[in-house]
């Protein structure tokens, strides 16, 4: 059986990712992302080590049933307040570093799920 590739226009895909970009639908973005179906922003944070509850609002506007934390270069756990907050507003998170976040959300993605991507960028220190 051949099969061939399908791709569905109506929701974004991760194309490529690298050092400080993340490739949605065949275009580069640099810095940090919240990434849903059908939208892709700016994240406006610092960084991993100052999250707070109130930086997942906006990630939230996409009403997802899942957020995926993309920390960086490396996994790293989250303060447990950022866990809450999202628990309290019904939705799961799932932490891992953003190659891996960019591989699960087309997954999730491509299976019709409500996912949200909050990506963090980080260049690679010489």
Not at 13 to 19: E, K, L, S
Not at 82 to 97: I, P, S
Not at 99 to 126: H, P, Y
Request: some cysteine; overall charge neutral.
């Amino acid at each position: 059986m051949k099969l061939h590739e399908q791709r569905d226009r109506h929701w974004n895909a991760i194309t490529g990712y690298g050092p400080g970009y993340i490739e949605i639908n065949g275009v580069r973005h640099a810095g940090n992302l919240i990434l849903a179906t059908a939208s892709v922003q700016r994240w406006d944070v610092s960084g991993f080590d100052q999250l707070r509850p109130e930086d997942f609002e906006p990630v939230l506007q996409s009403s997802p049933e899942l957020v995926l934390l993309g920390t960086g270069l490396r996994h790293r756990a989250v303060h447990p307040l950022l866990t809450a907050f999202l628990a309290r507003a019904g939705v799961g998170l799932e932490v891992m570093d953003t190659r891996a976040a960019c591989r699960t959300f087309n997954i999730l993605a491509g299976d019709g799920r409500r996912v949200v991507g909050a990506m963090l960028q980080e260049e690679e220190k010489a």
